[in-house]
C-alpha cells in the first residue's frame, strides 16, 4: 500500500529531526562542519581585524582556515625530520609551568634560552598559556597548531621582531613562507591594511623580502626541539637553521629616517 | 563560597576573565560535549545524599556539581547578558518579557493592597523593572514591591547597578538624590524604603522568604537551569500566599516541525558562534541551548507545575512565537 502522503520519508525526517554532531575527537574538540567553519572564519576575521587585542579570535580564525592539507603537510613535515617525529611521538607543551623563566635568565649570553628570556622581559610578556585548539578535527594535526601556537614565541627571540603589530606581521609572513598555515598568510596579508603608509613601506621594502627568502630557505622551524636547544649559542641556532636575523624594528622606528 | 568553589573545581579566579581563558578551564575540562546522549536524567534515590546525577546541557553530572558549574556559566554571561540575549532572540526576548508582564497584570486594584511580588532567577532585573512601570504607569500603584532573587551574585550585582538608575533605587541613594529633585517628584519616590531590593537565594529552599507571603511569583528564563525543578515548585507553592499567582516564562518546544528544524539548526550554528565573538565565551552559550533542548516540553512542564499543588485553566500554558517560548501560569489553591 502507497504510504500516506503525511507519513513521507521527508516528513518524518523533519518530525524527528534533533540536532546531531560527530563524536569529538580530542578533549576540547569542538566538531564542526564546513559551513560552520566558514562563518567562524568569517565571523572571527572581521571581529579580529577591527579588535586585534582579542587573541582568542585570531586563534579562532586560525583554527578555523587551517585547511586540512596544509595542515596534513606540516604533519608530514614534521614526520620526515627525526627530531619532528620525536615531537610529534612526545606531544611537549610550552607553557608557564613547563618552562622556568628564573633559570633562563640565568643562562650564559647568547644562549636560545637567554635570548628568549631577554626578549621576553624587554616586550614585557610571558609564555601564558596559549588557547587550547578546538576547531580541528584530527587529533594530530591539533597538536601541531597547538606546537606552532606555543612556539611562537620563540621564533620572535630567534628573528628578534617585537611584539608591535609590525613585527608581528612580518614574523607572520616569515611563518607562512616557513609553515604555509592559511592563518599566517591571512594575517600578513590583510594587517597590514591597518597600518600607516610609512610603515607599510618598511615593511614592503625591507621585511617582507627577509620574510619571505628566510623563510623560504630556512629549515622547518616547526621541527626544532626548542627545550633541547635552549643551552645552544643562538646565532650557531639560526645559521643551521638558515635564518638570518633582520634588522632591528625597534631601532629602525625610532630612527625616523625619511627613506626608511 | 568563593574557595569552596576553587577547591572542587580546580578554577582560582572566580571573576570572569573576558580575553583570558583561565576561567574557561573549568568549563573546557569538564568538556561540554555536543554529542546527544539521549538520555535523561538519572533520579537521585530516594532518602538522603545527592548521589543521582543529572542533567548539564547535553552531559551528565553529579547533582552537587551542577549548581556550581551552572553558577560559572552566569557568572561570565552576566557583563555580556543583554547584549547576548539580543543577538541570540534578534530582539524578540524584549516583546516576550513585556507581553508577559502585561498577561500578569501586576499592580494594586482600587480597594486592594499593594502587591509583594517575587523575582526569582532575576539577577539583572528584566522582569522586576517592567513589573514596577507597569504597576506605576498602569495602575498608578507606587507601593508594591518586587524582590529579585538570584543564585549567583554576580547577576544581581549587575541588577543592582541598573536598578540605581532607575526610580526603584535603594532607599539610601533615594534619600541622597531627594535633595536635588523637584517637589512633584517625590511622590515617585518610596522615602520608607526601596521599592526594589535584591537577595542570594537558592530557588530549591528560598530560605528567607517566609510562608505564604508572595502574592506573585514570577521566574523568567531561569527554572531550566535549577538542579531541582519539583523542589522550586514546591517552595514557590510554599511563600505564595493562598490565591498567589506562579509565572513562568520559558524555552520550550517548537510546536511545527519544519520550523524546529531550522531553529535548532540556528541555535547550534548561530549562538555559539555568536558567544564566542562577543563573549569570548562558546561554552557558556553551547550550555545554554542544550539546557532548552534538554528542558521538558509544555505539556510535561504544566503537569509538574500542577503537581506542585498550583491549579491552571486551560492548558496551562501560551506558546509564544511559536513555541520557542512558554508562559505557564499556575495560581496556588
Known sequence: ?260 | MASRISRITGVRSMRPMLYSLNAKRSLSSTAVKLANTGADAKPAPNGNGNKGTTHFGFKDVPEEEKEILVGEVFSSVAKSYDIMNDVMSLGIHRLWKDHFVSKLDPGRRPGGEPLSILDVAGGTGDIAFRMLDWASDVHNDHQTKVLVTDINPDMLGEGKKRSLSTKYADGMCTELRLQRIRYDELTYHNIEGSRISFLVQNAEFLDSVPDNSQDLYTVAFGIRNFTNIPAALKSAHRVLKPGGVFACLEFSKVNFSLFDMVYQQYSFNVIPLMGQLIAADRDSYQYLIESIQRFPDQETFAQMIRDAGFETSGPGYENLTMGIAAIHIGVKA
Not at chain 1, 31 to 56: V, W
Not at chain 1, 71 to 97: A, F, H, N
Request: net charge positive; with cysteine.
Open chain 1, 1 to 260: 500500500m502507497r504510504p500516506l502522503l503525511n507519513n513521507t520519508r521527508a516528513i518524518r525526517h523533519i518530525r524527528s529531526y534533533t540536532y546531531k554532531t560527530e563524536p569529538s575527537k580530542y578533549p576540547g574538540h569542538v566538531p564542526t562542519n564546513c559551513l560552520q567553519k566558514l562563518f567562524l572564519a568569517a565571523g572571527s576575521g572581521i571581529y579580529s581585524f577591527f579588535n586585534p587585542r582579542r587573541g582568542d579570535l585570531i586563534a579562532t580564525l586560525g583554527e578555523a582556515t587551517a585547511l586540512p592539507p596544509l595542515m596534513y603537510r606540516l604533519r608530514d613535515v614534521m614526520l620526515s625530520d627525526p627530531t619532528g617525529r620525536r615531537i610529534l611521538r612526545e606531544r611537549p607543551r610550552i607553557t608557564s609551568k613547563t618552562l622556568d623563566i628564573a633559570a633562563l635568565r640565568k643562562y650564559p649570553a647568547n644562549t636560545v634560552g637567554k635570548v628568549y628570556s631577554e626578549w621576553l622581559d624587554l616586550e614585557g610578556v610571558s609564555p601564558d598559556t596559549r588557547a587550547p585548539v578546538r576547531y580541528i578535527d584530527d587529533a594530530e594535526c591539533a597538536y601541531v597548531m597547538q606546537r606552532y601556537r606555543e612556539c611562537h614565541d620563540f621564533y620572535h627571540a630567534i628573528t628578534g621582531l617585537p611584539i608591535i603589530i609590525e613585527g608581528e606581521i612580518a614574523l607572520k609572513m616569515f611563518e607562512f613562507a616557513n609553515t604555509l598555515i592559511p592563518m599566517t598568510g591571512i594575517g600578513a596579508v590583510l594587517a597590514p591594511l591597518r597600518l600607516k603608509p610609512k610603515q607599510r613601506e618598511r615593511l614592503r621594502t625591507i621585511y617582507f623580502p627577509w620574510a619571505i627568502k628566510n623563510g623560504a630557505t630556512a629549515k622547518p622551524l616547526i621541527n626544532v626541539y626548542w627545550e633541547e636547544v635552549l643551552d645552544r649559542d643562538v646565532q650557531e641556532l639560526r645559521d643551521e637553521l638558515g635564518i638570518e636575523k633582520p634588522p632591528d624594528l625597534r631601532q629602525l622606528r625610532k630612527l625616523k629616517i625619511s627613506h626608511l
